[in-house]
């Protein structure tokens, strides 16, 4: 199956007062952490979606292979972000899924997508989603069926309302650290003792 990976980035970071994108994690940023992830893992086409600050981010990410696009509605939500990206690889590469995964889980990992797509390959489920916290989500693979339903997602519903409603057509795999992101200096300060 051809992959395409959208990467949601748009976000303005108001609770933190600058774009969590570029706070460092190791030697790199959270953002190009996950870029680099996802290229390592997936042979496909690799989307940012941009929003706010989003010249600061291109100027200081220079990632060769990524293609990067700037919602110009970011201010709505989360949905608007998912569906320009989604949009934009049906009309340039007509995946046949897609890994969705946000700029702020600090512990996503090359070794983490492999667990995904290898586990979504092995089943005939439609979506291969992690588990964390009590809860199921992104990173996660949804197969070209549930498009229609991603683009009909409003305001800040994210891929994860599409899945909770595929339950029947779920595989999952844990992963505890998926619940921790960043949207606050505490967050981060706190993220440095892990």
Same mark, same amino acid.
């Given at each position: 199956m051809k992959t395409g990976v959208?990467?949601?980035?748009? /976000? *303005? *970071? *108001?609770?933190?007062?600058k774009p969590k994108q570029l706070l460092k994690f190791g030697e790199e940023t959270l953002l190009s952490k996950t870029i680099k992830s996802a290229? +390592?893992?997936?042979? /496909? $086409?690799?989307?940012?979606?941009? /929003? *706010?600050q989003s010249d600061l981010i291109k100027s200081t990410l220079k990632i060769d292979g990524v293609k990067w696009i700037v919602n110009q509605n970011? +201010?709505?939500?989360?949905a608007s972000s998912l569906q320009v990206g989604l949009k934009f690889l049906e009309e340039n590469y007509d995946p046949d899924q897609v890994l969705v995964l946000l700029s702020d889980? $600090?512990?996503?990992?090359t070794e983490l997508i492999h667990q995904l797509m290898t586990k979504k390959e092995n089943s005939a489920n439609g979506i291969a989603a992690c588990s964390y916290s009590d809860t199921i989500g992104v990173p996660a693979i949804i197969e070209k069926k549930y498009f229609s339903e991603l683009l009909n997602l409003k305001g800040d519903q994210g891929a994860k309302k599409v899945i909770k409603h595929h339950l029947d057509d779920l595989v999952q795999i844990p992963f505890e650290n998926g619940k921790i992101d960043i949207d606050t200096q505490a967050d981060w300060e706190n993220l440095q003792y892990l």
């Open positions: 959208l990467i949601l980035a748009a /976000g *303005s *970071s *108001s609770r933190l007062g290229q +390592e893992a997936i042979l /496909g $086409p690799v989307l940012v979606v941009l /929003g *706010s970011w +201010e709505s939500g989360m889980q $600090p512990f996503v990992s």
